[in-house]
Structures are given as C-alpha cells and as structure tokens.
C-alpha cells in the first residue's frame, strides 16, 4: 500500500514536535520522583526520558539499512537485554534530553529528504507482519507518545505503595 503523503506529513509532523511535548513534561516531574519506578520492572520518567534519546541510533542505523539493502532484516530491539538493568538511571538525564532535542532534529531534517518509493521501502522483521520505513516512522511517532504517557502517568500518580 503507498501511504498517502498527507500521512506522511503527519508522521513527519507528530515526530518533529514530540520533544515538544516530552521535555517540558519531564521538567514538570518532581526531582523526588524522576528515579522513583512506579512498581517493580517498571521505569521511571528519568529512565523513560533516556530511552527515547537512547534510540535514535536505532532508527539512524534502520533507516541506512532498509535503504541500503535490497532485502534488510531488522533485527529486534529489547532495551531490558541489550543494557544492564541500572543503565538509565545512571544516566545523565540533561544530557539525555539534550541529545533527545539535537537527535531528533537530525533525524526529522533527513526524513523529509526521502522520496515516496523510500517510504514504501520494505524489510523484514521477525516480530511484525510487514515493516517499511513508513511503518517504522510511524511506529517511532506512537513509541514518544506511549513513553510520554508512561511518564504523565508518574507525574500525576496520586498512591505510591
């Protein structure tokens, strides 16, 4: 299917303006409760936070890849084996945001670069039924929201047992 470039757009948009959105929500969290998890196995906003700057090597690396190759496999990522399970709360979380900020305009000034047939541009992942950097974009867009969600939830997070 050719995505429609009014979607395109939205994508584009919806991740040139999360950090928008996700910084100042993070500087709104309490510094009591920036390390704090809201229950076991769970991260917190400072490990939330990281995360999301985390990956943009991921995604630069993907996108070079599916463009690149003529038949990529992407290999899945899992942050809870990939870094020692303390690695995000050891880390610097302004330099996280900073990096988060300057990443992100990188990585939005070389989106918009691409042509339709690189969007539509296809590769293999074990876990999804099809994936294209449209797919991967698009993906990339929810994954701000879902962990910028996670981390209203701790702001806003009335019981901590």
Not at 5 to 24: G, M, N
Not at 84 to 90: A, C, I, K, S
Not at 103 to 120: N, T
Not at 129 to 137: A, G, R, W
Request: hydrophobic share 45%; charged share 25%; net charge negative.
């Amino acid at each position: 299917m050719i995505e429609p470039i009014e979607t395109v757009a939205a994508v584009i948009d919806a991740i040139a303006r999360a950090p928008l959105i996700i910084v100042p929500l993070v500087r709104e969290v309490p510094n009591a409760l920036l390390k704090r998890r809201p229950a076991p196995g769970r991260w917190s906003a400072h490990e939330q936070a990281c995360h999301l700057a985390r990956v943009h090597a991921l995604f630069f690396s993907r996108l070079d890849q599916m463009l690149r190759e003529p038949a990529p496999a992407i290999t899945p990522y899992d942050p809870s084996s990939a870094e020692p399970e303390e690695f995000l709360l050891q880390m610097d979380l302004d330099d996280a945001l900073q990096a988060y900020v300057s990443d992100r305009e990188l990585l939005v000034e070389r989106i918009r670069g691409l042509s339709e047939a690189d969007w539509q541009t296809r590769a293999t992942h074990p876990e999804y039924s099809h994936y294209s950097v449209f797919i991967m974009f698009r993906h990339l867009a929810l994954h701000d929201f879902l962990h910028a969600y996670r981390i209203e939830e701790i702001l806003l997070k009335r019981d901590w047992s």
